[in-house]
């Protein structure tokens, strides 16, 4: 049986540095307590990062974090870490390259996240990763990304500007309507076996239909069904070394019903890598 460590990344700074909504930093201890409820955690070993989490602290959190990564990802098969923004993905990303230099690293997102990252923002961490070359462009894999279908709202976003960047330096992305029409979990399997081992995979919860799962910090338009990602998350399982789970913002959804939809998400890796 594989050895499955859970990490705790209690981070939402990042997103004060574009100005979105806070909240992400509760999504972690929710996300627990949920899976602990439905008995998900057996033999799972349990983390904790210990952020300040400030925007003044940003930097010395991210690396800290990664320190903590590169650990786990020494002393266990399969590493879970659970966000937090998506700016902690760059940290856990590059933690667990220091392991082992990776092969692939997938995102299920609708956003690029290929921001600038001075400062690091909860958008900056796939470019980031890219420029310090913790992953080569060519097997950073983006998919379900919206492309604005409105000139007006294209015009008005960062979106050209990202989109150029991915063109330019060979990011193999995956647009969301075509992740529909391929199906998410085999177009994501596919992607993942075409680049070498070890791949990690980051899974943003704002690719979930707002009607399972509200409670992220920055909605998207198309997202997929609840099902559909459980679906990709168990497909992709065992061809990753390593994970992360992120945006889910209790805050922003006091029903649960995000808490829930994440728990079922993430269930579905732990069960997968806890029966290899
Ligand atoms: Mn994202």
Avoid at 80 to 101: E, S
Wanted: net charge negative; hydrophobic share 45%; proline share 6%.
């Amino acid at each position: 049986m594989s050895r499955v460590a859970l990490l705790l990344a209690p981070m939402d700074a990042a997103i004060l540095n574009v100005s979105g909504r806070p909240g992400a930093a509760a999504g972690p201890e929710a996300l627990l307590a949920e899976l602990a409820a439905r008995r998900q955690l057996d033999g799972v070993a349990i983390h904790r990062a210990q952020p300040r989490n400030t925007i003044e602290h940003l930097e010395r959190d991210l690396a800290e974090l990664a320190q903590l990564v590169t650990e786990l990802c020494t002393s266990y098969d399969r590493v879970l870490v659970l966000g937090g923004d998506n700016g902690i993905t760059y940290a856990a990303a590059l933690g667990c390259g220091r392991h082992r230099p990776l092969g692939a690293l997938a995102y299920v997102d609708v956003h690029w996240d290929l921001r600038p990252f001075q400062p690091h923002t909860s958008g900056s961490s796939f470019r980031r990763l890219v420029d310090e070359h913790v992953i080569d462009a060519a097997h950073l894999l983006p998919i379900g990304i919206q492309r604005p279908t409105d000139a007006a709202r294209l015009a008005r976003s960062h979106f050209a500007d990202l989109e150029r960047y991915a063109f330019e330096h060979g990011v193999r992305a995956t647009y969301f309507a075509e992740a529909v029409k391929l199906g998410l979990a085999q177009v994501l399997v596919e992607r993942l076996l075409e680049c070498p081992a070890p791949r990690y995979l980051s899974l943003d919860l704002d690719v979930i239909d707002e009607s399972d799962l509200p409670g992220v910090s920055a909605p998207g338009a198309g997202r997929f069904a609840l099902a559909d990602v459980v679906a990709a998350a168990r497909a992709a399982a065992p061809h990753v070394v390593a994970a992360d789970l992120v945006e889910l913002s209790p805050p922003l959804d006091p029903s649960g019903r995000s808490t829930r939809a994440a728990a079922d998400v993430a269930s579905a890796l732990l069960q997968t890598w806890r029966a290899r």
